[in-house]
């Protein structure tokens, strides 16, 4: 482990930016956890909360807001190329994506920092189906991200409803039985308001 994290300090140092070392420190944290936490199913959020609205530029150059995914289930994971546990989760989350396609949800990566061109290179290796925006500025802290990789799921009606803290397997069958059941829930809590 100490090889990894020296690795990852220097790609650090590599691409400094402002909140980087903020972001080593919560990276460094997330390691020190380890893999014991990397299975568990999401924790609801108690009490829930409305999730921050952001405008963040997306791969392509053009703006992306959380509004714009108003009235289904999000996914928003906060990831980043340097983080190996956040690299390794990539494909699971795009499996999770295209498993839920029709279903009113989607996932949304939120790159931590400025890297564009390193995202975009990244991409180009592992693709991805959905959406990725960059938080150049680290904007977002008031999400609460305390390591990453960090997901949060979102109502349809913005509200953060869980949060996951850690790589998951989002493609296995307990993970697709999770969403399902927490979109079943919603739905029929919605058709008795």
């Known amino acids: 482990m100490g090889l990894l994290k020296d690795s990852i300090m220097r790609e650090i140092k590599k691409s400094f930016f402002p909140g980087g070392l903020v972001i080593a420190v919560l990276l460094l944290v997330q390691l020190v956890q380890g893999p014991a936490l990397a299975r568990e199913e999401m924790n609801a959020i108690k009490p829930v909360v409305t ?3 952001f405008t963040l530029m997306s791969i392509d150059g053009g703006d992306i807001k959380l509004s ?22 990539m ?7 295209k498993h839920f396609a029709s279903a009113n949800f989607k996932v949304l990566g939120v790159h931590a920092g400025p890297a564009l061109v390193t995202v975009k290179t990244f991409l180009e290796k592992h693709p991805v189906d959905f959406d990725i925006v960059i938080d150049k500025k680290m904007g977002l802290s008031s999400w609460g991200v305390t390591g990453l990789p960090t997901t949060f799921l979102v109502s349809p009606e913005g509200k953060i409803i869980y949060k996951a803290v850690g790589e998951r397997e989002w493609d296995s069958d307990k993970m697709y039985e999770f969403i ?10 919605a058709s008795i308001h």
């Not at 996914?75 to 340097?82: G, I, K, R």
């Not at 494909?91 to 994506?97: A, K, Q, R």
């Open 68 to 89: 714009d995914y108003a009235g289904q289930f999000v996914l928003v994971n906060f990831w980043a190329t340097w983080c190996p546990p956040c690299v390794k989760e």
């Open 180 to 189: 399902q059941a927490v979109m079943t829930k919603h739905k029929q809590l």
């Open 51 to 53: 999730a921050t609205e």
């Open 91 to 97: 494909p699971s989350l795009d499996n999770l994506h």
